[in-house]
RNA sequence: GGGCGAGUGGCUUAGCCCGGACAUAGCGUCAGCCUCCUAAGCUGAAUGCCGGGGGUUCAAAUCCCCCCUCGCCCGCCA
């Protein structure tokens, strides 16, 4: 089935049995060869013997093994090179023409992931939809791994954020402005109660009023927040919706008050050793090395934060296998001290995803500020430049046409140019790179698959031949055996960013082929081998790009 | 001050966990390729003390120590 990850497999158990070691040193060969071991220069100590002399040594012996047949084994200097035969690459192709290739056995493991998760105070911006595209690539990733899966919103709706929310729109102008989307409405006026707080700092007794109440279940201060909260929502449901991010179940963080999960979870930190019940409820994790305090109810006697995500996590961790966050860098402290918590609650600690800022030229972002470009004004921009761009390349295609392929196109540009970067590294966002379709982008990879759906479309029916000849087509095909093992890959590291970067080789490849190859213009069996590779580079574009969350769409 | 993350050609970036064969690719620059399956494409060239300094090793972008720069965090905020 795994083609590749089969192939390791034997790999390492025929080394083992022939070195004794138990790490054989596989790794991939690059343009040497499909797997490699340095394995010879581990050897060289123990034997006494030159590296290269072990790496022939081995060769001899290893060539003549049964379970390797296929495979060409072959020292170039100390390293020792796997080169799979016409066996691997035709069954590589053979499973890539399949619908769903790529897909992973079904695990029987129940997945919570919980990702975007934005203070409704204000649109998404470029920052919070980092985590959003990471999360929902993750997601599409876990189901194609064969996970179970439950994608969920975390709504925080009784902050202090929300609670300046609802102040504002108590005591200031707060008439939404003709057409306003809900969630701009809402940061407009959330900015000016700041402003207002900020003259006048006696506000701020007023917002903690609101938030006791909202704690104690005040009705009417209750269906304030919720009315607000709901219609920023219903603002992110619409962004959201617009970049393909899909989530199975919002949970609002007020429920876990209501339905005495915090109080329950209040009662058992208390017991923990660490625990220190003076005016504040606040635990003390120095013995793990955390130098402040963390605190879980105030001296009022309302709970912060912590409690109730710790309250929310317990919950979580009963009814699922695996719990994943997402989070921003600024997440790292406190995440850290929940994990830490949760152990030793005796709780399953869930598995943290952080990602690091995003920032604009000029500094940080800040909604209290205004300072952000947000996710709706970047969306209506790029579909105007796609539109454009569309117009441009294809005049003879009718308006609705080439306004569909500028959404996916859009869509794509978007998710791509945030999902290709390692999360570990804060970005700089620059409309320039944001609005490119050209090379490392979404629409590079669109572009190839719309590619393999011309030529296919223009060949009509053929015969499926899966003996290839020419170097292209047999590095287009090893590239395109890889995918099962890129989706492990990624859940094994939890980084998305290993998917982008694998889709934008496959179509290098596959143009790299394009451009040598004659495929339509070819005849016989060649025709049919080539065609039914371009076949299986469609299919696997398909797959990957829909992991993506990008539309495979077959004319561009 | 302490903790976490990052530093790779002019710019962006992969590789780092698991050390090995000339460090990945793009943008930009330069030279080419559309009577030929979609040029959102392809081919080639130039550009790197892989932040700096020590160390470990037959071998270091990768591991260890020190330092510098940038980001994030260290609240009875979320």
């Not at 003549?64 to 691997?88: C, M, R, S, T, W």
Request: contains cysteine; negative net charge; charged residues 30%.
């Amino acid at each position: 089935m795994l083609m590749l990850l089969e192939k390791r497999a034997i790999l390492e158990r025929v080394l083992r049995q022939s070195t004794g070691l138990e790490d054989v040193l596989l790794s991939e060969g690059g343009e040497h060869a499909d797997l490699a071991t340095t394995i010879a220069f581990t050897l060289a100590k123990q034997k006494k013997q030159a590296p290269v002399k072990i790496a022939q040594d081995l060769v001899d012996e290893l060539t003549k093994h049964p379970d390797l047949k296929g495979i060409q084994v072959e020292a170039k200097g100390p390293y020792i090179n796997f080169i799979f035969g016409a066996e691997y690459v035709s069954e590589a192709v053979k499973e890539a023409v399949k619908p769903g290739y790529g897909s992973l056995t079904k695990k029987g493991i129940r997945v919570v992931l919980e990702h975007t998760s934005a203070n409704p105070n204000g649109p998404l911006h470029v920052g919070h939809i980092r985590n959003s595209i990471i999360g929902d690539t993750l997601a599409r990733v876990f189901r194609k791994a064969g996970y179970g899966l439950e994608v969920q919103y975390y709504v925080n709706d009784m902050g202090r954020q929300i609670a300046i929310v609802v102040w504002g729109f108590d005591n200031l102008d707060s008439n939404p402005l003709a057409g306003e989307k809900e969630d701009a409405h809402i940061a407009r006026v959330y900015i000016a109660a700041n402003q207002e707080i900020e003259k006048d700092p006696d506000i701020t007794q007023q917002v903690n009023i609101l938030m006791q109440l909202v704690e104690n279940g005040d009705p009417p201060t209750v269906k304030k927040f919720r009315r607000e909260v709901s219609r920023c929502l219903d603002g992110f449901k619409v962004t959201l919706k617009d970049l393909n991010v899909v989530h199975d179940r919002f949970v609002w963080e007020s429920d876990f008050i209501r339905n005495g999960y915090t109080d329950r979870i209040i009662a058992r930190l208390r017991k923990l050793p660490q625990a220190r019940d003076e005016e504040t409820l606040a635990l003390d994790l120095g013995e793990f090395g955390f130098g402040n305090k963390y605190v879980i109810r105030r001296s009022d006697g309302t709970s912060v934060y912590a409690a109730r995500d710790l309250a929310f996590h317990t919950w979580k961790a009963a009814n699922f296998d695996r719990v994943i966050d997402v989070l921003g860098a600024d997440h790292k402290l406190i995440a850290a001290q929940l994990q830490c918590t949760m152990k030793l609650l005796g709780e399953k600690a869930p598995e943290i995803v952080h990602f690091e800022f995003v920032s604009l030229p000029e500094g940080s972002m800040s909604t209290r500020a205004g300072k952000f470009v947000s996710a709706d004004d970047l969306i209506t921009e790029i579909r105007k430049r796609a539109f454009d761009e569309v117009t441009t390349r294809r005049p003879e295609l009718d308006e609705e046409t080439r306004k569909s392929i500028a959404k996916s196109v859009g869509l794509a540009a978007i998710r791509y140019d945030i999902v290709k970067v390692t999360p570990e590294k804060s970005t700089v966002f620059d409309w320039k790179e944001a609005l490119d379709f050209e090379r490392q982008s979404g629409p590079y990879i669109q572009y190839a698959h719309a590619r393999a759906c011309s030529i296919l479309e223009k060949a009509g029916t053929f015969t499926e031949c899966y003996d290839l000849e020419s170097d292209q087509e047999i590095a287009l095909a090893k590239q395109i055996a890889k995918f099962p093992s890129v989706i492990e890959k990624v859940i094994a590291e939890l980084h998305p960013h290993i998917l982008a970067t694998y889709s934008r080789e496959l179509a290098d490849t596959f143009n790299t082929f394009y451009h040598f190859e004659q495929v339509l213009r070819s005849e016989g069996k060649t025709r049919d081998r080539r065609l039914t590779l371009v076949r299986a580079v469609q299919n696997t574009l398909k797959e990957a790009l829909e992991t993506l969350g990008i539309d495979a769409i077959s004319t561009m």
